[in-house]
């Protein structure tokens, strides 16, 4: 089983959909969860940190659910902005993070 | 601020030549970080450096690979002989330390070994 899962998509939304995507980890001991961004050709920037508590920022809201280990990020009211592939990433209480292989978004007009 | 630099960021070689990659991290920043990205495989780690030291080198793929950081502002990431299934992303990273939460990666080297 991967460290790190997620499902690579395509998800295909238009404009102002709300989108939702999941992530597994396998190692209860993880302490520290995040998503980043990587658009296309660049390279991958942090979008936010997951607490144990949820957070929000503006239109993206993450998530931890520990006793089911995995993460969610939600984003409402999607602009075409937002297209880009999506990072899960997750410190399992080590020095080094671990990436998951993204999921890609494609919010289309 | 100038964020993490790499060179180059394109590199074509052939198959049995030596390739070197460049990284110059953050200044002030602790930790710097060796990914490769691949579509199969995503990002891995390969190495990565505490204050200029080596702490775990488990993801570099075998012996053809290796990687140095002489100094702060300084790191390579050497492979000899280069071989095809080499060609990928490789970015090099770079944290203040600490739990290395967050990272800044820098454009990172489009490699391809024909």
């Known amino acids: 089983r991967k460290e790190v899962e997620q499902d690579p998509g395509p998800f295909n939304v238009p404009e102002g959909a709300t989108v939702a995507f999941n992530c597994t980890y396998s190692?209860?001991?993880?302490?520290?969860f995040f998503w980043y961004r990587q658009d296309c050709r660049k390279e991958p920037k942090l979008l936010m940190s997951?607490?144990?508590s949820g957070n929000e920022d503006g239109r993206f809201t993450a998530q931890l659910n520990r006793a089911s280990q995995y993460i969610s990020l939600l984003i409402r009211d999607s602009k075409l902005s937002d297209s880009a592939t999506y990072l899960c990433?997750?410190?399992?209480?080590?020095?080094?993070?671990?990436f998951g292989t993204g999921t890609r978004l494609q919010v289309f007009p | 601020d100038a964020g993490v630099i790499q060179s180059p960021r394109h590199e074509v070689t052939e198959m049995g030549q030596e390739v070197t990659l460049r990284c110059k991290p953050i200044?002030?920043?602790?930790?710097l970080f060796w990914y490769r990205q691949t579509m199969m495989r995503g990002l891995e780690l390969l190495i990565y450096?505490?204050?200029?030291?080596?702490?775990?080198d488990s993801g570099m793929p075998e012996d053809r690979f290796s990687a140095k950081m002489p100094n702060a502002s300084f790191s390579t990431l050497k492979i000899q002989p280069s071989e095809p299934r080499d060609s990928a992303v490789y970015f090099c990273?770079?944290?203040?330390?600490?739990?290395?939460?967050?990272?800044?990666f820098g454009s990172g080297t489009q490699l391809s070994v024909l």
């Open positions: 990273a770079s944290s203040l330390g600490g739990n290395n939460e967050k990272l800044f």
């Open positions: 190692n209860s001991a993880s302490q520290s």
């Open positions: 997951v607490y144990s």
């Open positions: 990433v997750v410190n399992p209480n080590t020095d080094k993070l671990i």
């Open positions: 200044s002030g920043h602790n930790s």
């Open positions: 450096f505490n204050n200029n030291v080596p702490i775990d």
